[in-house]
């Protein structure tokens, strides 16, 4: 959601993550793990049911042409919303 909140707001996200390339994809997910390997479990489904409401609410507001509309945002590499979902 976070790439879309930033598209939405006129600029275009750095992806994967800022100071990231697809090519240090491994070091990110490193990073993640080591940022995120203690917290606890209810915490983190928690965490994960409210993102995953946010996608699907997201989703929702869609109409049929903006979910196929290859350039709704730029990050998509001109593919529809959703092939990246």
Do not use: C
Request: hydrophobic fraction near 30%; charged fraction near 25%; aromatic fraction near 14%.
């Amino acid at each position: 959601m976070q790439w879309i909140s930033i598209s939405e707001q006129g600029a275009i996200p750095e992806t994967p993550a800022p100071g990231y390339t697809w090519e240090q994809i491994h070091q990110l997910n490193e990073e993640s793990y080591q940022q995120y390997k203690d917290v606890k479990y209810q915490y983190a489904l928690r965490q994960f049911r409210k993102s995953y409401l946010d996608i699907i609410n997201y989703i929702n507001k869609l109409d049929e042409e903006e979910l196929n509309n290859p350039k709704l945002h730029p990050f998509t590499n001109r593919q529809p919303i959703w092939v990246d979902i």
